[in-house]
C-alpha cells in the first residue's frame, strides 16, 4: 500500500462525526454547550477513533432553523464561545489527529442578516443584488418547497418593495443570488477566512438549491453554469489549502449527482452524502430482504479516484426517505415509524436506530457494521456511538437534537444549569441518561461504544473499505448481503444478515490458492477450498468482517 497515498486523500476512509456545540458540552454551566466544552471532550471523540469533525453552524444566528439561519458568515455565535475558542478547538483536535470541517451555508442567509435588511431598503439598494428577487407575482410553487409544513411558495412578498424574493427553505432565509460577483467575494472570503483559522473544509449545505440560482439572472450578468462556479470553489479551496475537502449535501439521484463530483477527473465536490443508499439500506432493514441496499449500491455511478461517498444511517434531519416510492415509504413507515408523531413532513422519520429497531443490540451492531463496511467514509451523528433515542414530544427535526448523554447524572452530564435553562429537554425514559450514557458505556468492554471504538479501529485498518473496488457475492440468501472490497492485493469480504434467523452462506471466491478467511471482528479463520468455495456461518442479524490472506502474500491480517 503506498502510505503517501493514502495519508493525502484522508477523505477516502475518514471516520467524520457531525455535532452541534449547542447540544454536546455546557462548560460554563449556562445550559447552552459551548466551544469551550467541545474542546474538552476530544479527547472522548479520539479515543473512539473519530478523524474528522463536522461542526454544524455555530455562527450568529436567531436561531429559527437551528442555526442553519446566519446573520454574520465571519462570526461566532456568542452564546458559544468567540474565535478564540474555536482556533483552541481546531488547534486541540489537530493535536489528536482529528479535523475539524464546519457547514458552509451559502444558499440563503437569516432574514436578519444586514445584508438583507439593506436589500429590503428599496430597488435601488446596493445590496438588493445580493437576493433573488421577482416583480411578477409568482406561479404555483408548493409543490417546490422544502418544509410543507411551513410554506406554501418558494417566493414571498416584501410589502415594502412590491417584490418577491426567492427562498427555497423557510421564508425567514432569503436566497442568496450566487450569479452576483459581489455576493461571490463574500463566500471566497467567507471560505478563507475559516481556512485561515484552520478548518480542513466545508459540509456545503443544499448545493442544488444554490447551483439552481446560478443561472437566474443569466441576461443580466456574466454568470457561468452551475458546475462552472463549483469548479472555481473547488479551485479556490484546493489553491488556499491542498488537503481541504467540500463535503456536498446533494439529495439527488445517484445519476445527477454523479455530475456534482465534477467531469474532469473530480473537480467540483470531493465528497457527497450517499442518501439514496441510506433510504435503501431502511427498505432493506424493514423488508430484512438486502436486495434494495444491493441494488442502489451497484447503481452507483463510477467516481473520480479522489472522490468519495459519504455513507450514513442518522443526520441531524429528518431520516428523510423522500427518494423511495410512496409504497416502499409506507413499508418503512409502518415498520419503523407507524405513529404519526414518529414522522414528520410526510416523508420522513423523527427517530434514532436504536428505538426503530427495538433496542435489539444484535440488530443495532449489524447496522453499524453495514454502515462500516459498505463503500464509502461513514459518518456518525453524535450520540449514536452510544445508542442514544429520540425526544418524540420535541416539534420535528429537534427529535434527535437532544443534549449528549454523558453520564446518568441531572441533565445527563451535559450541563449543571437547571432543567428549565437547558438548550433542549434531555431524553426521558428508557434511552434517557440512566440507561444509555457515555460514561458507563467507556467502561464497559461489551458496550455499544466498546463495540463502535473496536469497528472503528478495525474499519481503520482496512484500507480496502474506502479505497478499493466493491464487488456483490452471490450467494442464495435474500436477507444476506455478502459484498467483498478489494484495493491492490488486499480484500475484504463482508457478510451481514439482515433477518433473525441464523443461515448458512455458500460463496465461491475468486482467491488464490490456499487462501484463508480471517475473521477481523472476531476470533476465527477458515480455509478456503481449492476451487474457491467456502461456507460461512451468520448468527441471526449476524455480521462478519474477514479478510483474504493468501500464502505468499506479506501483509499482516
Ligand atoms: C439543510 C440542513 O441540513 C437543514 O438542517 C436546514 O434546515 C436546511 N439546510 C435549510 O437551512
Known sequence: MRMTETSDLWWK?????????????????????????????IDYLAELGVTCLWLMPFYPTPDRDDGYDVTDYY?????LGTHGDVVELIRTAKDRGIRVIADLLINHTSDQHPWFQQARQSKENPYRDYYVWRADPPPDTADQVVFPDKEDSIWELDEKTGEWYLHHF????????IANPRVRDEIWKTIGFWLELGLDGFRVDAVPYFLSDVGLTAEQRDVDDPHTYLRKMRAFLGRRHGD?????????????????????????????FDFIAMQNLYLSLAREDARPLTRALLERPAIPADCQWATFVRNHDELTLDKLSEDERAEVFAAFGPEKEMQVFGRGLKRRVPPMLEGDPRRVRMVYSLLFSLPGTPTLYYG????????????????????????????????????????SPVVEGGYGPAHVNAAS??????????FMRGLIQTYRSCPELGWGDFEVLDQPHRQVLAHRSTWRTASVVALHNLGPE?????LTLDVPPDSALIDLLQ????????????ELQLEGYGYRWLRVRHDGERRLP
Request: glycine letters at 14%; one cysteine or more.
Open 170 to 177: 423557510y421564508k425567514h432565509q432569503p436566497d442568496l443570488n
Open 75 to 79: 462570526g461566532v455565535d456568542a452564546r
Open 244 to 272: 481541504a475537502i467540500l463535503l456536498g449535501e446533494v439529495n439527488l439521484p445517484h445519476e445527477e449527482q454523479r455530475t456534482y463530483f465534477g467531469a474532469n477527473g473530480g473537480d467540483e465536490l470531493h465528497m457527497m
Open 523 to 534: 476470533d476465527g479463520t477458515c480455509q478456503v477450498g481449492p476451487d474457491g468455495a467456502v
Open 384 to 423: 449514536e456511538e452510544i445508542g442514544m433515542g429520540e425526544d418524540l414530544r420535541a416539534e420535528g427535526r429537534m427529535a434527535v437534537r437532544t443534549p449528549m448523554q454523558w453520564s446518568a447524572g441531572a441533565a445527563g452530564g451535559f450541563s449543571t444549569a437547571v432543567p428549565g435553562d437547558l438548550v
Open 502 to 506: 441464523p443461515v448458512t452462506v455458500p
Open 441 to 450: 458505556q467507556v467502561r464497559d468492554p461489551d458496550s455499544l461504544w466498546s
Open 13 to 41: 476512509n475518514a471516520v467524520i462525526y457531525c455535532l452541534d456545540i449547542e447540544t454536546f458540552f455546557d462548560a460554563d454551566g449556562d445550559g447552552i454547550g459551548d466551544i469551550a466544552g467541545l474542546a474538552e471532550r
